[in-house]
């Protein structure tokens, strides 16, 4: 597609549940970033991916976090038994090389646990 | 915790006037960036400063950098409503596993342009 794509864009959990966020980054794109943007704040870095490997998962909150991109395209974060804290806007972003600057957002997928 | 700090935290102002927002970081960057998220969106990049740059001008848009101070400053000229959004700092830290470009942002500037 023509731009990073998010799925769902809203999501209502209930505490305990597990949730699964996907992301579609551009097409071609070697990185890829998640991000988590509490309300008011900046983003804070979660994990990154080169091609199908992570080689960053310093910003991952708990051990309830998981990421993967099997293919090295379609990226997917998944938050196992889901707390209020996780409650957030959790941001997809990707890049055409392994360096640079210029990171592509997604419209984030907005996560509402109760 | 987040690297960058904006100033002011929020900022109201009329259609056509001029605004400034200032972004300070603590470590050294290889580059500092500004975005803009209008509300329920992703972010949008505006412009990129290397560090070894000092001003740089895109459009109504113009960067400053002061690596000595650690301090950035975007300026929107003759603003507009459309312009109406958060704008967002973010640096790329100096370091082996930043070298790939891990960004931190700092918690953004809100602005409000009334027509």
């Known amino acids: 597609g023509a731009g990073v794509s998010q799925s769902p864009r809203y999501k209502v959990a209930k505490r305990g549940q597990d949730v699964a966020l996907r992301c579609d980054p551009i097409s071609g794109h070697v990185s890829l970033f998640w991000y988590q943007q509490a309300l008011g704040q900046g983003p804070e870095f979660l994990t990154y991916?080169?091609?199908?490997?992570?080689?960053?998962k310093s910003g991952l909150p708990s051990d309830r976090f998981f990421a993967e991109r099997p293919e090295g395209s379609v990226s997917t974060l998944k938050i196992q038994r889901t707390q209020q804290e996780d409650s957030a806007v959790y941001l997809c972003a990707s890049r055409p090389g392994r360096s640079g600057n210029t990171i592509y957002f997604g419209e984030g997928s907005w996560l509402t646990v109760v | 915790s987040q690297q960058g700090e904006e100033d002011p935290q929020a900022l109201s102002i009329q259609e056509g006037e001029n605004a400034t927002m200032n972004c300070s970081y603590k470590t050294s960057i290889n580059n500092l960036q500004w975005y803009r998220q209008n509300s329920g969106r992703g972010l949008v990049h505006l412009i990129l400063i290397r560090s070894n740059e000092r001003e740089k001008h895109s459009g109504r848009l113009r960067v400053t950098l002061d690596t000595s101070k650690k301090s950035s400053s975007l300026l929107i000229t003759a603003s507009r409503a459309a312009d109406t959004a958060s704008y967002f700092c973010?640096?790329?830290?100096?370091?082996?596993?930043?070298?790939?470009?891990?960004?931190?942002f700092g918690a953004g500037t809100q602005v409000v342009v009334t027509p």
């Open positions: 991916f080169q091609n199908e490997a992570q080689l960053d």
């Open positions: 973010a640096t790329d830290g100096v370091g082996t596993t930043d070298s790939w470009g891990k960004f931190q």
